[in-house]
């Protein structure tokens, strides 16, 4: 395999590796923004098959299968945060958390997130409900 | 008459006692037993007096001399010295907390703690019932510890600390009633004025540390070699020395310039103005040039120039003691006059080497009998004041002498004593000052200018038996008039004030006889080390006749003035039109410093203040704003944007990476 390849694989992966980063910085959504994580990874791991693939050994692939099995777990990890953060807040709007900051600085964010706080109507109101399926459950469900 | 009790052991407790005694005061009596605090200090003063009066009979081998001897008994005897601490040990300089005794300082503490027991005693009866009460005893007992420490010191060092600390007591003391504004002024005036003295003596006690390289009396005035050889290396530091310690003198004893504290210290208690301003504390500078004659023999001019100003001083607070309503404020003035004497009879000593141990007996003997003689005088104005209800304007009571029967008493005694009534206490000293300036006037050199301050003296005295007696027979005679704060029926002193007044009375009366024409006196005190030779001294009867004579003319212009035909002194005041003004305000001296340096300071202050309030503070609150300034830049970064933080780490990271491929590429 040749360097030119090798160089257009790299930008790739490069590409990905930005776009993660990218959406990671600028998303407002929690789950956007963790999945911008798992996309900074899958950049990382087209990078590593192309090394792989360029000294000619499977080293590259072996990792990449470490580093799928490693961004499994941490999408639990990060999914069991959120779920916290949401209980919290009703929402998964990042812009509720950024109140430890100075009192009389200038808001930063376009749309207040001050008046982010108060939560909006229940969120729950809008979403498409599944209907019931298979045996009802032995403990009736939680009211949210 | 103790052989088991040597001097040496009880010189330490002549000041330690009333220490002690303040120290309980302050310590225990502020809280326990308040209206008893006078018990410690009135045993601690007898227990003082009794130690003085046993270094009185034992500090001197040969005793008192009898009136036939000559010359020949008139030899240094050793003093008695008692080092307690060794203070200072720097360099060339060793100061040591050292009481040394000789004739002079025993008879001076004698003085100082008899008057002392009988003023505390007359103070228990006059401050009873005041809120003050301990806190004016403590301030008492450490006055008389500081002035016998003063009296005891054994080097200039140590004098000068308690120099400052009787400074210190009479501040306190002043200004006992601090509430009242005139007080607290009048206070700060003393000690502001008094602090100008010192810093002559300071500069004095510098002089002689350069000059001598010791401080210590035994070293400087046990043996004439050490001040022999500075006066021959250079004649004039031994002058420039002289004068500026009698610039501490000046401010101490209250002489022109410096006496304008002393009229207004009598805004303290009666008892304080019996103590601190007759008898003991304004005698501290008299005994400071006593002391320091040895060097003053060396000076004839620093001994002139002490002539003129006690001469200057006696004639000014004698003029303006003329025309004064405030009966304290004439005794005070009248203070001032006798300590000028005082100062006149130091300063006589320059008309040749013979006449100094006679000039300087003769002071110290007026100070002795002037000390009791002032003394009552201020005790029974005291006892006028507790019975007219605080008033002491002599212009609104009059005809005294039936209601206070012990007081018009007493007050009399004191007032011949002061106008130099014959055979009186008072008679005797001034008549050997005279005595004194006569035969300087006649003999030595300078007798001109000694013939200039005998006149003064002269005139003085005429002046000083006038306004004695103007203000007796004021008090005393005519008709009875009581204030309105006197009450229906004004009451005599209470036992506790009038034992006292009795004593001194009696001391006043007698004390110059015993003393005076038996030479008892003069005897003992030649017997001080550095004293130089005395030779015979045979009483000068025309000076005699010549101060009788004054005395009587004083008293029968007085008597004429003030109870025969009280229309002439109306008629003269308006007569004299401006010149009673002037005397009336101390020839305008207070008004002179007001203008001349009074105010100047003040501005200078003000101006002082506006400089660190508007520009020192805006220096300080702009390097305060400093900080500020940073932080206002840095906070920014805490703006609680949680993506903000996402990017921070983002940099981190990328700069962490930057630096190690830069690290790999440079090992590569």
């Known amino acids: ?144 | 008459m103790f052989d088991w009790l040597k001097p040496n052991d009880v010189l330490w407790l002549i000041p330690v006692a009333p220490l002690l005694a303040c120290l309980w005061i302050v310590l225990v009596g502020q809280i326990v037993r308040r209206q008893q605090a006078h018990r410690p200090v009135i045993l601690a003063f007898a227990v003082s007096f009794a130690a003085a009066v046993y270094l009185l009979t034992s500090v001197v081998p040969g005793g008192f001399g009898t009136a036939g001897e000559h010359g020949e008994h008139a030899r240094a005897s050793s003093a008695i010295m008692t080092t307690i601490y060794q203070w200072i040990h720097v360099g060339g300089l060793d100061v040591a907390v050292t009481l040394r005794a000789d004739a002079m300082s025993a008879l001076m503490l004698v003085m100082v703690t008899s008057v002392s027991l009988l003023v505390a005693i007359f103070a228990s009866g006059y401050m009873k019932g005041d809120p003050g009460y301990p806190r004016f005893f403590a301030s008492i007992a450490l006055f008389v510890f500081s002035m016998c420490m003063l009296v005891l010191a054994g080097n200039f060092l140590l004098m000068f600390v308690f120099w400052e600390a009787v400074g210190l007591c009479s501040y306190l003391l002043i200004g006992f009633w601090f509430q009242k504004p005139s007080a607290a002024a009048a206070a700060k005036k003393a000690f502001v004025v008094n602090r100008i003295g010192d810093f002559g003596f300071l500069l004095g006690v510098f002089l002689i540390w350069t000059t001598f390289g010791t401080l210590d009396f035994e070293q400087l005035f046990g043996s004439p070699t050490l001040i022999q050889a500075a006066f021959l290396q250079d004649p004039t530091v031994l002058t420039t020395i002289c004068l500026l310690l009698f610039v501490g003198a000046i401010g101490k004893s209250a002489q022109f310039p410096l006496h304008v504290w002393l009229p207004d210290a009598m805004e303290g208690p009666t008892p304080v103005s019996a103590l601190i301003h007759a008898a003991t504390m304004v005698t501290a500078g008299v005994y400071l040039v006593a002391r320091c004659t040895p060097f003053f023999v060396y000076a004839p001019t620093a001994q002139m120039f002490v002539a003129g100003i006690g001469a200057a001083t006696a004639l000014i607070a004698a003029i303006t003691a003329l025309t004064q309503y405030d009966l304290k404020r004439v005794l005070a003035y009248s203070t001032v006059s006798q300590l000028g004497y005082m100062f006149m009879s130091l300063g006589a000593a320059g008309a040749g080497l013979d006449l100094a141990t006679h000039a300087v007996t003769f002071a110290m003997f007026h100070m002795f009998t002037h000390a009791f003689f002032k003394a009552v005088l201020f005790l029974s104005a005291g006892s006028v004041m507790h019975s007219m209800g605080d008033v002491i304007d002599m212009r609104r009571f009059s005809g005294l002498r039936k209601v206070l029967p012990i007081t018009h008493i007493t007050f009399l005694a004191g007032a011949l004593a002061l106008a130099g009534f014959p055979l009186l206490s008072g008679f005797w000293s001034k008549d050997e000052i005279l005595a004194v300036l006569f035969t300087a006037s006649q003999t030595g050199e300078h007798a001109d200018f000694y013939r200039i301050i005998l006149g003064v003296a002269l005139l003085t005295s005429l002046m000083t038996a006038f306004y004695t007696f103007r203000a007796y027979f004021m008090t005393f005679w005519g008709e009875e008039r009581f204030p309105a704060e006197a009450g229906d029926h004004p009451h005599d002193a209470p036992p506790a004030m009038a034992g006292p007044l009795f004593i001194l009375a009696a001391a006043a009366l007698g004390v110059g006889l015993i003393a005076g024409p038996t030479h008892l006196y003069g005897h003992y005190l030649e017997q001080t080390p550095g004293l130089p030779e005395a030779h015979a001294h045979a009483p000068n009867v025309l000076m005699m006749g010549i101060s009788t004579v004054l005395a009587l003319v004083g008293i029968a212009a007085a008597y004429g003035l003030y109870v025969r035909s009280p229309g002439i002194a109306q008629a003269l005041k308006r007569g004299s039109g401006p010149l009673h003004h002037l005397s009336h305000e101390g020839l305008q001296l207070d008004w002179l410093y007001l203008r001349l340096i009074v105010t100047p300071l003040r501005l200078i202050a003000q101006l002082a203040e506006r400089f660190d309030r508007c520009i020192i503070d805006v220096i300080v609150d702009c390097v305060g704003f400093v900080p500020g300034l940073f932080g206002a830049v840095l906070r920014p970064i805490h703006n609680g944007f949680v993506q903000n933080y996402a990017v921070v780490m983002l940099l981190g990271l990328v700069l962490g990476l930057v630096s190690v491929l830069r690290a790999f590429a440079g090992q590569m």
């Not at chain 1, 999408?75 to 009389?104: C, H, M, P």
Request: proline fraction near 7%; aromatic fraction near 6%.
């Open chain 1, 1 to 144: 395999m040749n360097a030119t390849a090798l160089e257009s694989q790299l930008i790739i992966g490069a590409i990905l590796f930005a776009l993660g980063v990218i959406g990671f910085l600028t998303r407002r959504n929690l789950i956007l923004i963790m999945l911008s994580a798992e996309l900074m990874l899958h950049g990382v791991s087209v990078n590593l098959t192309a090394f792989g693939k360029y000294h000619g050994n499977p080293q590259g692939q072996v990792f990449t299968i470490f580093v799928l099995t490693i961004a499994a777990c941490e999408a639990g990890l990060a999914l069991s945060l959120i779920l916290t953060l949401y209980q919290r807040r009703k929402s998964l709007d990042v812009f509720l958390w950024g109140n430890l900051s100075e009192d009389d600085l200038p808001i930063l964010s376009g749309d207040s997130p001050r008046s982010a706080m108060q939560p909006m109507t229940d969120p729950n109101a809008n979403f498409p409900h599944l209907t019931p399926a298979g045996r009802a459950p032995l403990s009736p469900p939680r009211k949210t």
